[in-house]
Nanobody, 126 residues
Framework: VRVEESGGGSVQAGGSLTLSCTVSGSLVRNWCMAWHRQGSGEERDEVAIWDTDGVPIVADSLKGRFTVSQDYDESILSLKMNSLKPEDSGMYYC?????????????????????WGQGTQVTVSS
């Protein structure tokens, strides 16, 4: 399984970036996916998830600035970040787990199985 993030870069405070995550060319619906970030010297925290029902959920502290969505051909999970702040700087990682659907509407993330990408760096200057 190959997880790849892209779209990071350097922006000034108030700017925007859109990060992308792909999984071995597979469709987003085949995976439970989440974005995490890790600032320098900090723990890796969850930023947003694409849950088992395909519902995007953003951390409460980031709602209104960050949105997560899949692209039109359902192969990319995007994290759009607006009004960026210096404290948003860090390495952003995509984490995926296989999504198993036992019946229509009954899907779950495969426990104990997950994959990380290498991350993409976001730097926000004041």
């Amino acid at each position: 399984v190959r997880v790849e993030e892209s779209g990071g870069g350097s922006v000034q405070a108030g700017g925007s970036l859109t990060l992308s995550c792909t999984v071995s060319g597979s469709l987003v619906r085949n995976w439970c996916m989440a974005w995490h970030r890790q600032g320098s010297g900090e723990e890796r925290d969850e930023v947003a998830i694409w849950d088992t029902d395909g519902v995007p959920i953003v951390a409460d502290s980031l709602k209104g600035r960050f949105t997560v969505s899949q692209d039109y051909d359902e192969s990319i999970l995007s994290l759009k970040m607006n009004s960026l702040k210096p404290e948003d700087s860090g390495m952003y990682y995509c984490k995926v787990s296989p999504r198993d659907c036992h019946a229509p509407g009954f899907c779950s993330c495969r426990p104990g199985v997950y994959y990380w990408g290498q991350g993409t760096q976001v730097t926000v200057s004041s």
